[in-house]
C-alpha cells in the first residue's frame, strides 16, 4: 500500500500527507461542514428555489465551493430547479457541464475552424514537399 506524498493544500497552502485528497484534513472537515450547512438549508422546502447567490448568502458558503458541490454531484439540481452556477466563459448560469450552450457552440466553431487551416497548411507543406523532391531528382 503506498505511502503519502508531501504536498500542499490546495485550499490553504499547508504541508501535508496527500494520499487520496488534495486538501488537508483541516480544511477537507471545513469543506464537509460547509457541505453540511447546503445540505440543511436546501431540504427545507421553502428554500428549494434558492439560486446559487441566496445559498451563498444564507450558508456563508462560497460561490466556488457550492459550484464544486454541484459538479461533484453532491448538491442535485434536479431537486433545485433554481439552482447552477456561471459558465467558465461568459457567466451564465447553467447546471452542468462547464460552458453555456452557446459558449460550447463557438468552441467547437473555433476548433473546427483551426482544424480546417491546419489541414490546409498540411496539404501545403506536402505538395511543397513533393515539389522540391521531384525537382531534385531532375538535378541529379
Not at 505511502?3 to 496527500?18: E, I, T
Not at 448560469?93 to 480546417?116: D, F, P
Amino acid at each position: 500500500m503506498p505511502l503519502g506524498k508531501l504536498a500542499n493544500c490546495s485550499r490553504c497552502d499547508a504541508l501535508f500527507v496527500q494520499t487520496v485528497r488534495d486538501v488537508c484534513p483541516k480544511c477537507y472537515q471545513e469543506i464537509e461542514h460547509e457541505y453540511e450547512k447546503c445540505a440543511k438549508f436546501l431540504r427545507k422546502r421553502e428554500n428549494r428555489g434558492a439560486t446559487i447567490y441566496q445559498l451563498s448568502d444564507a450558508t456563508g458558503v462560497s460561490v466556488k465551493q457550492i459550484t464544486r458541490f454541484i459538479r461533484e454531484g453532491r448538491i442535485s439540481v434536479l431537486e433545485n430547479p433554481n439552482l447552477g452556477y456561471p459558465c467558465d466563459n461568459c457567466g451564465t448560469m447553467i447546471q452542468s457541464g462547464n460552458y453555456c450552450n452557446t459558449c460550447a457552440k463557438s468552441l467547437k466553431r473555433l476548433i473546427e475552424q483551426q482544424l480546417e487551416v491546419d489541414k490546409r497548411l498540411e496539404e501545403e507543406h506536402r505538395s511543397k514537399d513533393v515539389v522540391y523532391r521531384s525537382r531534385k531528382e531532375q538535378d541529379e
